[in-house]
């Protein structure tokens, strides 16, 4: 640890004015900024996570190059049947993805979510389609600037901070001039299921786009109406949809004839993320790039980067593979060898239908490893993460011994800061229990 972060996190835990009192402060100004997961406050730090410039721009240089990687394993699955089957969109999935977005670039949003390791850092997903918490850094930052350990550390260090939810809007906007929206100040509809637990975060966004001229809306999708040649939500015009509900829970329930699916096939609606992100978000993808079958599909670069911070990663499915240069069967392999891997789903979010082998019985594993052969799972190689040292308060301040969760926000490929999700459980997302504090980048 950097010695001024090791000093600063004592100053907190040796300040007496630290106590019940502002704890309650700190646990009620995060409902009002946002900061809940439904009613929970995500943020029980006093401090954001601190890195140095060089260390950022090492995982910011590598998350880059990792998107462009994606992108060209969705434009290979649109041409390649063999490739589209391991990647194992639904029938209705795939349709909508092969329909044109009107605009070039895979995700106008995402996210690659990353473990902190003694060797650096190891990309285990990417969220390609519905990436959340990108309003979070300027709230955090409004709640934990105020105690005065963080004043005087940013008085007396020269940093950065990101600004994610401006380049959020920046990234919608340059989509929509490239999709042929002309209106000089477009309105946005927010769209997810009406109830959603993140729907404190949409709050934020909104206000943030109002402020900037744009004026936007939260909406259902059953709010929106469709009349041959425009999206709205009720009377309300949409210009650029936000999207935020989960393609795979959409096309469930909606189908064909819904009013977005409608607008979306006539070219009638510029929508970020498209329904074509969902072939690189799904997890199948990580399968792609560690499979040494299609390193034709990468340069010199992409593949480097890869090998060094993408885990292996396979479909689940009776075959024979290469695991650290020898030729098995994969579920021999991953029968045997629990303690060194990870069962996912292709496609699900929060933590859910996720097994970790080190922590599974053999009893147990087995049945998930049956259930992951009956579904769409991967098997991932198991990454160790690197705990830290992070000032928390609960009754008290108290110095945790955590796991971090770093996770670059991308907007057009490029990285503005990122969703920093902490937790003494290997499973760290917020969804699961975990928290979030904010990110800060120490300039010397």
């Known amino acids: 640890m950097d010695d001024r972060v090791h000093k600063l996190d004592q100053q907190f835990l040796s300040d007496v004015t630290l106590g019940p009192l502002v ?6 100004a995060q409902q009002e900024l946002g900061l809940t997961y439904g009613n929970r406050p995500t943020c029980p730090f006093l401090r954001p996570y601190i890195l140095n410039r060089r260390e950022y721009n090492s995982i910011k240089h590598a998350a880059e190059v990792v998107a462009h990687a994606f992108e060209k394993v969705a434009d290979e699955a649109l041409r390649n049947r063999q490739l589209m089957d391991l990647l194992s969109p639904t029938p209705l999935e795939e349709e909508m993805a092969r329909i044109d977005p009107g605009y070039a670039r895979l995700c106008v949003t995402s996210r690659l979510d990353s473990y902190i390791t003694a060797q650096g850092f190891q990309f285990l997903e990417y969220n390609a389609e519905s990436p959340a918490g990108v309003g979070d850094q300027m709230q955090l930052e409004k709640l934990l600037f105020t105690l005065e350990p963080m004043r005087s550390f940013l008085a007396s260090h020269p940093h950065w901070l990101p600004q994610p939810h401006r380049a959020l809007l920046n990234s919608l906007l340059q989509a929509y001039r490239e999709w042929g929206g002309e209106i000089e100040k477009p309105q946005i509809a927010i769209v997810d299921w009406r109830g959603v637990p993140t729907g404190s975060e949409f709050r934020v966004l909104q206000e943030h786009f109002v402020e900037c001229g744009h004026p936007t809306v939260i909406a259902d999708p059953s709010d929106l109406v469709y009349d041959g040649d425009r999206l709205f939500c009720d009377e309300f015009r949409i210009d650029i949809l936000y999207k935020r509900v989960v393609i795979h829970e959409f096309l469930n329930k909606a189908q064909h004839d819904h009013p977005l699916t ?58 024979v593979t290469t695991f650290r240069g020898a030729e098995c069967d994969l579920l021999s392999l991953v029968r045997q060898h629990r303690e060194e891997f990870v069962l996912k789903p292709n496609d699900d979010y929060g933590g859910h239908g996720v097994f970790l082998g080190w922590e599974t019985s053999a009893e147990d594993w087995e049945l998930a490893l049956q259930n992951a052969i009956d579904k769409p799972y991967v098997v991932q190689e198991k990454v160790v993460g690197e705990k830290i040292n992070m000032p928390a308060y609960s009754d008290r301040v108290s110095l945790d011994e955590l796991y971090v969760d770093f996770d670059p926000f991308l907007f057009q490929n490029e990285v503005e800061g990122a969703l920093i999700r902490l937790s003494a459980s290997a499973l760290l997302n917020v969804t699961s229990g975990g928290g979030q504090t904010a990110l800060l980048v120490l300039e010397d």
Do not use: C, E
């Open 23 to 28: 704890f309650d402060t700190l646990r009620s």
């Open 262 to 319: 409608r607008a979306y096939r006539d070219g009638r609606v510029f929508m970020a993320n498209s329904f074509r992100t969902k072939l690189a978000h799904k997890k199948a993808g990580f399968a792609v790039l560690t499979d040494p079958s299609y390193d034709y599909l990468f340069d010199s670069l992409q593949r480097d980067v890869i090998r060094k911070h993408i885990p292996w990663t396979r479909l689940v499915r009776p075959s």
